[in-house]
C-alpha cells in the first residue's frame, strides 16, 4: 500500500466511471488528483451496471482490463472491481460508506468531472456523499457527445453551482468514451485512429479484442 511515506493513509481518492474504454482524459484526470490532493491511493472504480447510463456497457471484464492497462502503471492507483461484484445498482453513496469503514481516519476525496458536477443532485443520496468526501473536480467540455472532438471545446459553465468542491487543474480535454466508440464504429479496429484518445495500451487491447465495432 502506498502512503505518505510514514505508513499512514491521509487522504483517499475515488474515481469512478463506465471507462468504456477509458481515455486520455480520465488518465490525466487520474494523475492530477493523485498529485494536486496529495493522495495515498485512489481506488479507480468501473462501475457495474451505472444506475444512469441507458446504454448496456462492455463487459465488466473488459473494462476492468482496460483500467488496469490505462491505470496500472501509476503507483498509487489501485484497479477497485468492487462494484461489478455488488447486485443491483451501482451506488457512489454506497462505495464512499465502505471507503469511509476501510480508512476511518483518512479524508476522503470524490473525483469527477465538470458534467457530473452539473448532474450532481440528481444523484442517489448525493448529501450523504457530500457528507462522506470532499469533491474535486475537473473542468469539462460544454459537449461531450459523440460530435466532441469535431468542434471547438467550449469549458462547461460551473458558476453557478452552489456546491463546495476542489477545483483540479487540468487542460480542457474534449475526449469523450461516446466519442471514442463513435470514431471506432466509423473506422473499423484501427489502433492507429485511437492514438491521441486512449492510452496505446488500451488502443492496442481494442483492436486486439475488436471492441467497439458498431454504433452505440
Ligand atoms: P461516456 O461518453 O460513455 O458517457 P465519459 O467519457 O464521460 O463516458 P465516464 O467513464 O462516464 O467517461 O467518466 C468517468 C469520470 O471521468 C466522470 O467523472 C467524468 O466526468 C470524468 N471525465 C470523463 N471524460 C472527461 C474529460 N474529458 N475531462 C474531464 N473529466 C472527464
Not at 447486485?87 to 460508506?97: E, K, N, R, W
Amino acid at each position: 500500500m502506498s502512503d505518505s511515506g510514514d505508513g499512514v493513509i491521509r487522504r483517499v481518492g475515488m474515481f469512478g466511471g463506465a471507462f468504456d474504454p477509458p481515455h486520455g482524459a480520465h488518465r490525466s484526470l487520474a494523475e492530477v488528483a493523485i498529485e494536486q490532493l496529495g493522495l495515498d491511493v485512489l481506488h479507480v472504480l468501473p462501475t457495474g451496471q451505472a444506475w444512469h447510463k441507458a446504454r448496456p456497457l462492455t463487459d465488466a471484464s473488459h473494462r476492468v482490463a482496460m483500467c488496469q492497462l490505462a491505470f496500472g502503471d501509476l503507483p498509487r492507483a489501485r484497479i477497485d472491481d468492487r462494484e461489478i461484484h455488488r447486485q443491483g445498482p451501482s451506488y457512489t453513496a454506497d462505495t464512499l460508506a465502505e471507503l469511509r469503514r476501510e480508512y476511518p481516519l483518512a479524508e476522503l476525496y470524490l473525483v469527477l468531472g465538470a458534467d457530473q458536477l452539473l448532474a450532481f443532485r440528481s444523484w442517489v443520496r448525493w448529501q450523504d456523499v457530500m457528507s462522506l468526501a470532499r469533491l474535486a473536480v475537473a473542468a469539462r467540455a460544454r459537449s461531450i457527445g459523440a460530435q466532441a472532438l469535431d468542434q471547438p471545446a467550449e469549458e462547461a459553465d460551473l458558476s453557478g453551482v452552489d456546491l463546495p468542491f476542489v477545483p483540479l487543474t487540468m487542460p480542457l480535454n474534449p475526449v469523450s468514451a461516446t466519442a471514442v466508440r463513435a470514431r471506432l464504429a466509423a473506422v473499423g479496429p484501427d489502433a492507429a485512429a485511437l492514438d491521441l484518445l486512449v492510452p496505446a495500451p488500451v488502443a492496442s487491447y481494442i483492436s486486439q479484442n475488436h471492441l467497439y465495432q458498431t454504433p452505440t
